[in-house]
């Protein structure tokens, strides 16, 4: 992992962490962060089976306190590279109901924050995709592929060839 990878991933975590923390604090002052996503639970709770639909936050209070512990577990995960691709994720998850919901064009629209949050969920979005430098799962599992083809030509061959001698040898001695 380099230096800068590092830093980066912590400075852009900091943010979640100290504004979980304090949305876990006091949740009543920071339910504008539950807003965008209590918009978005009635089609979250139509998506999910009967018996996980319970566990859906109904009210301003719970949503925020949900929404904040994602922010302070994600944020420590990604800061720490502990399961940071995993965090990275589940901070763009906490982001993106506030994208989502976001209607630009209208005036009551806090622009400045909506660019703020377009930003973060880029960059938490690309911190999830980072695989530092390291191939991903996909080309990993596709040069796995090529290799066991390339062997199982080999072998083919091999016994094609093995084949051959033995035959040549019972041609000789019968």
């Known amino acids: 992992m380099s230096l ?3 830093v980066a991933r912590s400075m852009l975590a900091s943010y979640f ?3 979980g923390v304090q949305a876990l604090i006091k949740p009543a002052e920071h339910t504008e962060l539950a807003a965008p996503a209590l918009s ?6 139509d998506a999910l089976p009967e018996a996980a639909r319970s566990y859906v936050p109904t009210d301003a209070v719970s949503m ?11 944020g420590l995960s990604l800061a720490t590279g ?4 995993l965090g990275a994720a589940v901070l763009a998850t ?6 989502i919901v976001a209607k630009p064009w209208r005036q009551s629209v806090d622009k400045a924050q909506l660019g703020t949050d377009v930003a973060l969920l880029g960059g938490v979005v690309l911190a999830a995709a980072d695989t530092e430098g390291k191939p991903g799962l ?3 599992v596709s040069q796995q592929r090529k290799l066991a083809a390339e ?6 061959r091999a016994a094609k060839d093995a084949t051959a001698k033995v035959r040549r040898v019972l041609e000789v001695h019968s």
């Open 4 to 6: 800068l990878r590092f």
């Open 17 to 19: 962490v100290v504004n």
């Open 40 to 45: 978005l639970a009635p089609t979250l709770r």
């Open 64 to 74: 925020t306190r949900c929404i904040a512990a994602a922010q302070v577990a994600g």
């Open 82 to 85: 502990v399961g940071r691709r």
């Open 94 to 99: 906490t982001l993106a109901p506030a994208v």
């Open 138 to 140: 996909a080309w990993r």
């Open 151 to 156: 062997q199982k030509a080999n072998l083919e």
